[in-house]
């Protein structure tokens, strides 16, 4: 197969995804060693990095979780070794704890932090700026404003680890991990770097007494980011306005000021290396202008580093507009050039007139359903929350249900029939569930149950399990076992035996781990609804810690290997809106690949969209659905 | 070397419900512009489009630099739809009397509709409101004529070779089937061809 | 006929529910484990819901439905109409039977005289758990001989009667129970076929919640009791380890919420009713409602099967002063109810014998 990413073209301009420009930057800088825990927008890093291993002869692990992924980068750079560790936002802050104790002990062979941050929250439960970390843990950072920086920022900030012996944060956004454009590759590393043999005295400790340190290599970061080729100015020589900017905020402003034709008036000053910032740099700039309008995502991260600069330099005259209050940018979602447009236009005091959509007459104004999301066709969570649901109604004693991370978050909206109770962070069901189930000694009489996905379960329900077991909680906890990490792109966990490159791993019996903690498992299949219900419903009324695994495998993984089904519907014998039905398929059950005729008002298969698992055949009431050589 | 385009940035905007195709369309597109030597970036909003959700990718070419991933309100040239709302959608912000757009009729319908609280609304009136909308609106079978073709899931191909077909766009046929053939091998790629060239002779432009 | 949300707010939301089972099996909607009975998804359909047409407690209009089935039969304010009372006594013994016998006789007599298919009757699974059986063979009677007092919502097995071609059903009953297979055949549209059903209804007073399960576990913990009995005073468990008496009051507070609002002590609808027999350990009283129930009760005195004899007057009494009594505590839960907005009254307040019942209770406790 091959591989951009691999390809030995250099100066030849491929279309690449960011992800996938980072990935080639990786390559180009010749890491060793790389690990990370899937999340939405940086998940494709890995995934290819794992295609490539053979290739590169590199290691690259799908770690049980951030923190094992960051802290194995730290042990690879130990042995001088580059390594990468590739998280979203969220898993940053799982690896916070490591982050700032790797801030205080540095490290040897280059490690570089690839976060990649989800203004607007589109695959994501919030939206939040990771850059504060690099100030927190004390680390540089830097943000690539286009795919190409996203390549070579990779190579740059290798050289600047090994050259300050400090790990070095790039933050990228979802416009640029999931957006594509022109990159031009470089040359790949005629061979990757070598581990060398750690003397005695060789070694990685954190200990305040370096907090000094620390300081002096922020210092010596500043010194190479003075002068930097990620850093330039474009405009006038004495702007009326000085855009300040970095990440996506770049383009968005350039567009900005073409669009309202300021070039000769507006000056853009784009900043690639943004912690610690180039003071003195910026502060050339500052001295030109009287206003600033600092354009960046998610929070005014850089407008107030600039902010401070301006205060500790009283000679300067300089109004300073961006996110902060909202004073010239919305202080939340995403940018794009409407909104920059706009600000950049009010400060100016211009009005722009954006081509006009037609005008459409009240009458011709079309009602669009909303298209929430939902479980795919065939998805055993859909089974899973429907039993579940079904049994805590018939329990009639108000059963509590804890949610956590991956495909079944979506329980706790309409395809899960509003489930869930609570939603915070991976891990969160579990201990949330513990704690609630407690109160039962106060006469507290709900049963409480939380859920937690297979791959959720090793990434942070182990302490959780061994805390609710080690305190005999009262709750019934339930491992939605899907054997995949779905929610990401179905990328591999302990549980399933082959790794991130393709090869065998030994995968871990979720039972036995479970047994081990000494907790009493049954394991039953989602799919098989009615039994399950009885099941769970026994379940409840035991008190103490219960944990139950429901397995059926991910049904978009499953076609690929196992291929459709063929599924109908009996138009003579479906009831449809009669009493007995009531089009229980697609108004309860829900599946996308249930539909209705409206042409014979009957309920009917979408063929594109079924995966042929049967359950809906075996829920309706007048056993009207067919399946393709019976059921299984 | 790239030739100058009529309208620079030229906009694109590909849009659909997850699981049809949007993404690969779209990128199999914009790497046919790089490769004649165009700036092209692909703006992909998908989120948890895996699930039912809406996918819109925003496809900006260019003959002078790179431009970021989201088009301004109102200036789509383009609009390429795979489901009806879903264009609907995308017009209502990114359309304006400078925009084309063509659609497939099939509905993917949404679980709202699914389950009954809402309507899903008349392909006509849909087409409607778009002529209202944009500069002119046409209508392409894509899934029917894929599923004659012999695969319903190739219906995203056929959509690319009606938009490949549209003069704005600098790209031959030859050009788009150059990536297919390195992106697909044996059966697949002669499906695709074919289809590719079903909706490269479909449209009247 | 309104639908399964209207069922829901109206009687499985308000605890008014009498746990017939007549609702279930027909749909994916109504969903029962152990004695909880819900509707698990929101039900969308508005009008001809049969769950609502069938449940005893939806507004019925009782008189116009004794008028349909036992019409010509002197009517009795407090007992229902009936033709003859008698005390009547099994003179085989049929496994572990309660009192007279005579329920399980009675059953044995239509399956031998082929007057039905096949008998519908709430079993046990461990002497106390509720199980409804249907049953063609005569020799299973055994296995259901017995009373249960903890409720089972039996009527579900009706469907599966249907669907298994039974045309002639005997069902042993609960007086709820028996209203709603009355309501089932006076409501159903015209093109569903009748099921022949002969009606054995059961006197009752309440039936309890299977928590009472966890009171006894709690309260005598590693005993399995085989079976309850209900003397003259108190309730009895017995066990292999001897019998535990649980008081009244200890037995109140498991009595099923719904069996509140019941006006109906004695099957008053059923072919033939039979209860306990308060005077003598090992008797049945009998009452004789319909033809049907008089030719079945002929044809077991004529096998010789039962005893059969007067029904001591001043005992006629005091039965039916204890099903008037009960009729007016379940009026005033059902007052209660709707001056509560919990739920509007499912029978005509106006209407005969009610009407006389409030009149009289006017002034006591509860009116």
């Given at each position: 197969m091959e591989w951009m990413v691999t390809a030995n073209e250099p100066g030849k301009t491929y279309l690449m995804q960011g992800n996938e420009a980072i990935v080639r930057g990786a390559l180009e800088a010749g890491i060793r060693f790389a690990a990370a825990y899937p999340?939405?927008?940086?998940?494709e890093i890995m995934t290819m990095l794992g295609h490539v291993a053979d290739d590169m002869d590199i290691y690259a692990e799908w770690s049980t979780n951030e923190n094992c992924a960051f802290q194995a980068c730290m042990g690879a750079s130990m042995g001088r070794v580059r390594s990468l560790c590739v998280v979203k936002q969220n898993g940053l802050l799982t690896l916070g704890d490591s982050l700032h104790t790797a801030g205080l002990s540095g490290c040897k062979g280059g490690v570089v932090l690839l976060v990649a941050d989800d203004p607007n929250a589109h695959s994501s439960t919030n939206e939040f700026d990771s850059r504060h970390q690099a100030r927190a843990a004390g680390i540089p950072m830097l943000e690539p404003a286009t795919f190409q920086e996203a390549k070579d920022m990779m190579i740059y900030a290798f050289e600047l680890s090994e050259q300050l012996q400090q790990v070095v944060m790039v933050r990228s956004v979802t416009r640029i991990c999931h957006g594509r454009g022109n990159v031009t590759l470089g040359e790949l590393p005629a061979s990757p770097s070598q581990p060398l043999p750690i003397g005695e005295w060789d070694k990685l400790i954190s200990i305040n007494w370096f907090h000094d340190l620390q300081f002096t290599k922020l210092d010596q970061a500043q010194a190479a980011f003075e002068e930097n080729p990620f850093n330039w100015y474009t405009g006038p020589e004495e702007p009326e306005l000085l855009v300040v900017t970095s990440g996506t905020g770049w383009l968005y402003s350039v567009e900005a000021v073409d669009a309202l034709k300021l070039g000769d008036r507006v000056g853009i000053l784009k900043l690639?290396?943004?912690?610690?910032?180039?003071e003195k740099f910026v502060l050339r700039y500052l001295e030109k202008t009287s206003r600033v309008l600092v354009v960046e995502e998610v929070d005014p991260v850089l407008e107030l580093n600039v902010a401070n600069v301006i205060a500790h330099n009283p000679g300067l005259n300089v109004s300073l507009y961006g996110r902060y209050q909202k004073s010239a940018l919305p202080q939340s979602f995403e940018l794009n050039p409407d909104v920059v447009i706009a600000a950049l236009a009010s400060l100016m005091g211009i009005e722009y007139q954006a081509p006009q959509t037609g005008e459409v007459p009240a009458d011709a104004v079309v009602n669009i359903p909303a298209r929430d999301l939902t479980f795919c066709a065939g998805c055993p969570h859909r089974a899973s929350f429907f039993l579940l649901k079904q049994t805590l109604r018939i329990h009639e004693s108000n059963g509590v249900v804890m949610g956590d991370i991956g495909c079944y978050t979506m329980g706790g909206n309409r395809a899960g029939h509003f489930l869930l109770q609570s939603i915070a962070c991976m891990g969160a069901g579990i201990n949330m569930g513990e704690g609630l189930g407690h109160l039962s000694r106060f006469g507290f009489e709900q049963p409480v149950v939380a859920l937690a996905g297979d791959s959720t379960f090793f990434h942070s329900c182990l302490p959780g399990l061994v805390n609710a077991r080690y305190h005999d909680a009262n709750m019934l906890f339930v491992i939605l076992d899907n054997s995949a990490t779905a929610m990401t792109g179905f990328q591999p966990h302990p549980g399933i035996p082959l790794n991130c490159m393709g090869k065998p791993a030994n995968a871990i019996s979720i039972e036995k781990v479970v047994e081990g903690i000494g907790c009493s498992v049954t394991v039953a299949d989602p799919y098989e609804i009615e039994a399950t219900t009885q099941l769970v419903y026994d379940l409840i009324k035991q008190p103490g810690l219960k944990v139950l695994i429901l397995r059926q495998p991910c049904a978009t993984l499953a076609v690929r290997t196992k291929g459709r089904r063929k599924v109908w519907v009996d138009p003579d014998l479906c009831r449809g809106d009669e009493c007995g039905c009531g089009r229980f398929c697609s108004k309860t059950w829900g599946c996308p690949g249930n539909i209705w005729d409206y042409e014979i008002g009957k309920a009917k298969i979408d063929e594109v969209v079924c995966i042929g698992c049967g359950v809906c055949a075996s829920l309706c009431p007048a056993g009207a659905i067919k399946v393709e050589g019976g059921q299984a | 070397m790239s030739v100058q385009l009529g309208k620079d940035p030229l906009n694109v905007v590909i849009c659909g419900v997850g699981g049809q195709g949007n993404i690969l369309a779209s990128e199999l597109l914009a790497s046919a512009l790089v490769e004649k030597g165009y700036y092209t970036t692909v703006g992909e909003t998908y989120g948890a489009s895996q699930r039912g959700g809406s996918v819109m990718s925003h496809v900006r070419i260019s003959a002078q630099k790179q431009y970021s991933a989201l088009i301004p309100r109102g200036e789509a040239h383009i609009i390429i739809g795979f489901e009806p709302i879903e264009t609907l959608r995308v017009a209502r912000e990114y359309a304006s009397k400078i925009t084309k757009v063509v659609f497939d009729p099939r509905p993917n319908y949404p679980l709202g509709v699914l389950i009954g609280e809402a309507v899903y609304p008349e392909i006509d009136a849909i087409a409607a409101e778009l002529k209202y909308l944009c500069g002119s609106v046409q209508i392409l079978e894509a899934t029917r004529l894929a599923q004659e073709a012999g695969n319903a899931q190739a219906a995203n191909i056929l959509l690319m070779g009606a938009l490949t077909a549209m003069p704005e766009i600098p790209l031959q046929a030859e050009d788009y089937v150059q990536v297919l053939n390195q992106r697909f091998k044996g059966e697949v790629y002669e499906l695709n061809q074919t289809v590719f060239d079903l909706g490269f002779n479909s449209l009247a432009v | 006929m309104p639908g399964g949300m209207q069922l829901k707010t109206e009687v499985l939301a308000t605890s008014a529910?009498?746990?017939?089972?007549?609702?279930?099996?027909?749909?994916?909607y109504l969903k029962n484990m152990e004695d909880h009975l819900v509707l698990s998804f929101d039900c969308p359909v508005q009008e001809h819901g049969r769950c609502y047409s069938v449940c005893p407690r939806t507004f019925t209009d009782w008189q116009a439905v004794n008028e349909h089935f036992l019409a010509g039969i002197p009517y009795d304010a407090?007992?229902?109409?009936?033709?003859t009372v008698y005390r009547v006594k099994g003179r085989q013994p049929l496994g572990e039977q309660q009192d007279g016998g005579t329920v399980s006789t009675l059953l044995q007599t239509a399956l031998l005289e082929k007057m039905v298919d096949a008998m519908l009757v709430t079993g046990h699974e461990d002497g106390l758990t509720p199980l409804p059986f249907l049953m063609e063979d005569a020799g299973d009677i055994q296995k259901v001989a017995g009373s249960r007092f903890l409720a089972s919502p039996?009527?579900?097995k009706i469907i599966e009667a249907r669907e298994k071609g039974i045309e002639k059903l005997a069902v042993v009953g609960r007086p709820c129970q028996v209203q709603a297979l009355r309501k089932m055949e006076y409501n159903k549209p015209p093109e569903v076929p009748a099921l022949d059903v002969l009606s054995i209804g059961l006197f009752c007073m309440w039936s309890l919640a299977w928590s009472f399960k966890d009171y006894l576990a709690r309260t005598y913990p590693g005993i399995t009791f085989s079976r309850m009995a209900i003397p003259q005073h108190g309730v009895e468990l017995i066990s292999n380890e001897g019998t535990k008496q649980v008081s009244l009051e200890a037995i109140k507070e498991y009595i099923r919420p719904g069996c509140a609002y019941c006006l109906d002590m004695t099957a008053e609808l059923a072919d033939i009713s039979v209860g306990a027999f308060?005077?003598?350990?090992g008797w049945n009283t009998v009452l004789v409602r319909s033809e049907r129930g008089k030719d079945l009760l002929e044809r077991a005195r004529s096998r010789d099967l039962l005893q059969v004899e007067e029904y001591p007057p001043e005992e006629l009494n005091r039965l039916r002063q204890a099903s008037r009594n009960k009729k007016a505590r379940g009026l005033s839960m059902i007052k209660q109810a709707a001056d509560q907005q919990r739920f509007a009254p499912f029978i005509d307040m106006s209407q005969s014998p009610y009407q006389e019942i409030i009149a009289e209770s006017s002034g006591k406790e509860g009116f």
């Open positions: 999340g939405s927008p940086s998940s690639g290396t943004t912690y610690p910032l180039p | - | 529910c009498a746990l017939c089972g007549a609702c279930l099996d027909w749909c994916p407090d007992i229902g109409a009936f033709q039996g009527l579900r308060e005077p003598a350990l």
